[in-house]
């Protein structure tokens, strides 16, 4: 019914940038809030950013002033910006999105299958 397609991921040198997309696509009445998450190796899965749909956004203090996390509503597609990246973001980054699916009694939490980010010189 849903997808949520990543792309954007990849090798940077510290101090570097990258910008992650999430398209979402598929029978969508509507996006709530839309989110970055990550999973570092041995370790558990953590939020990094969410935005809500009226463009409020929250983000882990460890990103804070480094990350932006910005929306395009017409898109379906959310972006982060990351720079002044350091070998600790180095982690598999998921989006995460909670859609109205059309016909559904009530919306759910989508996950996209994940893009690698590796920060290392």
């Known amino acids: 019914q849903v997808q949520l397609v990543e792309s954007g991921g990849g090798l940077v040198q510290p101090g570097g940038s990258l910008r992650l997309s999430c398209a979402a696509a598929?029978?969508?009445?509507?996006?709530?809030?839309m989110g970055w998450y990550r999973q570092a190796p041995g370790k558990e899965r953590e939020l990094v950013a969410t935005?809500?749909?009226?463009?409020?956004?929250n983000y882990a203090d460890s990103v804070k002033g480094r990350f932006t996390i910005s929306r395009d509503n017409a898109k379906n597609t959310a972006y982060l910006q990351m720079n002044g990246l350091k070998p600790e973001d180095t982690a598999v980054y998921y989006c995460?999105?909670?859609?109205?699916?059309?016909?559904?009694?009530?919306?759910?939490?989508?996950w996209g299958q994940g893009t690698q980010v590796t920060v290392s010189s």
């Open positions: 995460n999105a909670n859609i109205q699916v059309i016909f559904a009694w009530s919306p759910h939490d989508y």
């Open positions: 935005i809500t749909g009226g463009g409020s956004t």
């Open positions: 598929g029978s969508i009445f509507s996006i709530n809030a």
